[in-house]
């Protein structure tokens, strides 16, 4: 007597199901990347399965702009420059009140560099567990391209759930191969510690409240990673002084004649050169801070587009 035979049950998923779950994996491996060392800026968009985003970068902005910001200036310049002679250099950290130039400088650095070889990758905050691919890619670039890398992240700052963090560690100084001469880190952030550094930590370790058996540890992981930046350069709210100047130095730029002497300015301090502004611009200049909520530079360079764009259109609707 034959044995019955079970029908076979088929467990194959429907197509459009697996397309499904094609498109899912491939969204969890980030593409290979390229870096095409003639290409000036780069910036990473498309999350975790992004790609580095070319830039068309407008190289008007020169070092010799920014005004008030001397001593962080001259710092970044160096650590630069060190960089680019394949000296030793150090990731950089610039801490501050916002406006006060930190991201003006960074572009202020591509144009004044990189014919020397500086080339810029800017990431968000949210993307930088694919900076150790980003980093990959750099060290595969050969030698003799002459290039180096500034990874640029703008407004950096971690909640306490955020693991991102990591990997910026790892790149900063906490892997075997993160010391390399090819890649830094220049990173703005609007204060000091990167990580939130709660009361209660402190609160409950002075009370005995914990029950972790290393509690300093905690404490501890909150500063490491602004520790791990060699350079920290801190920005200040500006004078009203140096906002003035800075006010004054945007309008001599442009084309058209917006400053009475404009070439007769003395260059022996701050006040005299506030001087060469007529009154009503200065005033005027002083109420639109007033209206921000404070003087930068940022705000400098507004003033500026909104006085010289009102006089031209004012200019043009009453021709003399």
């Known amino acids: 007597m034959s044995q019955s035979t079970k029908p076979v049950t088929n467990y194959a998923l429907p197509d459009h199901l697996l397309d499904l779950l094609g498109q899912y994996l491939q969204g969890q491996v980030t593409p290979t ?75 202020a650095l591509l144009q004044a560099y990189h014919s020397e070889g500086l080339r810029i990758i800017e990431i968000a905050r949210d993307d930088l567990r694919v900076l150790d691919k980003i980093r990959a890619a750099i060290n595969a670039l050969p030698t003799k391209c002459g290039c180096h890398y500034v990874v640029y992240c703008d407004d950096l700052a971690f909640n306490g759930q955020d693991e991102s963090y990591r990997t910026l560690k790892s790149v900063l100084d906490g892997s075997l191969d993160s010391e390399q001469d090819k890649l830094l880190v220049y990173a703005t952030s609007n204060r000091r510690h990167l990580l939130p550094q709660l009361m209660k930590d402190n609160v409950n370790i002075y009370n005995g409240q914990t029950d972790e058996v290393n509690p300093y540890e905690t404490i501890d992981e909150t500063v490491s990673l602004s520790d791990r930046f060699g350079l920290w350069l801190s920005f200040h709210p500006m004078d009203q002084n140096t906002y003035l100047h800075i006010v004054r130095h945007y309008l001599s730029l442009s084309p058209n004649r917006h400053l009475d002497n404009a070439n007769d300015v003395k260059e022996s301090n701050n006040e005299e050169k506030n001087k060469t502004l007529p009154d009503n611009i200065r005033a005027a200049a002083l109420r639109w801070a007033s209206e921000r909520g404070g003087r930068s530079g940022r705000v400098a360079y507004q003033f500026s587009r909104y006085w010289i764009g009102q006089t031209r259109l004012a200019a043009e609707d009453n021709p003399l």
């Open 33 to 107: 990347i390229e870096i095409d060392p003639a290409q000036l800026a780069y910036r990473w968009v498309g999350g975790h399965n992004g790609h580095l985003e070319p830039l068309a970068v407008n190289l008007f902005l020169s070092l010799d702009d920014l005004h008030g910001i001397d001593t962080q200036k001259a710092k970044l310049v160096q650590n630069t420059r060190q960089f680019l002679k394949g000296y030793p250099a150090n990731h950089v950290l610039m801490t501050g009140t916002r406006g006060a130039g930190k991201s003006s400088l960074i572009r």
